[in-house]
């Protein structure tokens, strides 16, 4: 792949770098002469780098196109573990908020029950116990919601008024 300066350009974005040079002219920024070289030296431009060299000294827009962004680490590890950069995360969240608007409520409240049933094992039986035993809850939950999802089976819904044999 070709470095981005190494690009060459076609005449949109030739236009656009003209377009922009003669916005700074009628700012002020550039006198009759250097817009005539410039533009001159636009429609001569072969690559990006070329263009760039010619607005380097003007402050945008100059018409280019914005360089690639590299992902930061950051990013790299979200997208690849699937954080909040991924784009299935936002599906999801966007999902989620359609679930709770369509149910008319929130999700259960599973981590307080959970944490309300170690306190209350922690000050009983000790805090290994309350943390095993809260352990085996999650993970019983969570196998029986996987199977559930994996049959295709979905919660049942309340059965609305009947309807009039009429209607």
Excluded: C, N, Y
């Excluded at 300066?5 to 656009?16: M, Q, S």
């Excluded at 636009?42 to 018409?63: C, E, F, I, W, Y």
């Excluded at 996987?146 to 009947?162: D, I, K, T």
Aim: proline share 10%; glycine share 10%.
């Amino acid at each position: 792949m070709a470095r981005h300066d190494e690009i060459r350009v076609g005449d949109a974005e030739r236009d656009a770098v003209m377009v922009a040079l003669h916005d700074h002219f009628a700012e002020g920024r550039l006198d009759r002469g250097e817009l005539d070289g410039r533009l001159d030296a636009v429609l001569s431009a072969r690559t990006r780098g070329d263009l760039r060299a010619l607005v380097k000294d003007l402050p945008a827009p100059t018409g280019l196109p914005e360089p690639p962004k590299t992902p930061s680490l950051d990013q790299g590890m979200a997208v690849m573990f699937g954080g909040p950069g991924h784009p299935a995360w936002h599906r999801r969240h966007r999902h989620m908020a359609a679930r709770r608007h369509r149910h008319g409520r929130p999700p259960f409240p599973a981590f307080p029950v959970l944490l309300g049933v170690f306190l209350v094992l922690a000050f009983t039986a000790g805090p290994g116990t309350g943390f095993l035993v809260v352990l085996q809850i999650a993970l019983a939950v969570w196998v029986v919601r996987a199977v559930l999802l994996a049959f295709g089976v979905r919660r049942s819904r309340r059965p609305g008024p009947p309807l009039s044999p009429g209607a």
